[in-house]
């Protein structure tokens, strides 16, 4: 049984919470209570026919993702975002832009060009396969108890797996189902913010990333690197539980050792398809393994940020 004990819990998160001023790595906040209210003040908000994303940009700052007909994956229609920036002032959040209006006490009032308010309600969706029970026959690979099914991680106080650690067995075609908490990084852009990936076969990996409301690349959340970016981005708020769903079938090779079909991925992101059957055309760039016909592990990327995941389980497919 691998965990820490409290002291080096509380340590590592202390270390988590601070920026590290050797790298001048950004703040990140791993609880709510931590964030206060740098969580409040960001999120998803609704309304009859619209959506909101806030995103908390640090110092102040935030900007807001208006979707037509609903939030993404629930009722967005597809058509051009429109943007704006906020800058906070105490408690409140006042925006400027094509939409003018105030988030205040998790309600956030816009002002539509024609001249229209309307009032948006933060909501806070949970993913239809959260805490999904794993099905008879399935390969248990974290269940909150321990990380014996694991190398080089921890299971931490919460009972939560820390990334960094590959499995000790090895697999071919499977479905994978896992859930992943990103920390809240408000000073972090891009690849910095609770960068993390799930690897399958340690070859293939689906990124993970606070990517809420960005605009969806292959290197952002739900997309595969350098080859298909995602359907939807479907990634709620960070310090939120999100879902992978992941059927996986390996890459086939002749007897002669050259690859005669391509590794086939379907993802589901909480629930929604973001990527439909797309052929793997090669390994991922860094990847542990190289593209043969043996199985390899299911790998939970370390890239300098607390991400962690629970309830992980596979079904290995005949």
Sequence with gaps: MKYLSLFLFVAALKAADAPNAKTAEPEAFLTIEAAGQEYWLQGEFQADKLGVDVINLG???FHAVIFQDGLPGSGWDASKKIEVDGQRDGNVVNFQGAWNGQ???QTLSLKNPQGVVVELKRIERHSPTEGAPAP???VI???GKNADAWKNTVVDERHWLR???????KFKDCALHLEFYLPLKPLARGQGRANSGVYNQDRYEVQVLDSFGLRGLDNECGGIYQQYAPLVNMCYPPLQWQTYDI???AARFGADGKKTSNAIITVRHNGVLVQDHVSLKHQTPGSGLNETDTPGPIYLQEHGNPVYYRNIWLVEKP
């Design 59 to 61: 110092k102040g700052k």
């Design 136 to 138: 008879q026959g399935a």
């Design 247 to 249: 059927d996986f079938t």
């Design 163 to 169: 990334c960094g650690g590959r499995t000790l067995q």
């Design 103 to 105: 988030l205040k006490d």
């Design 141 to 143: 690979l974290f269940d």
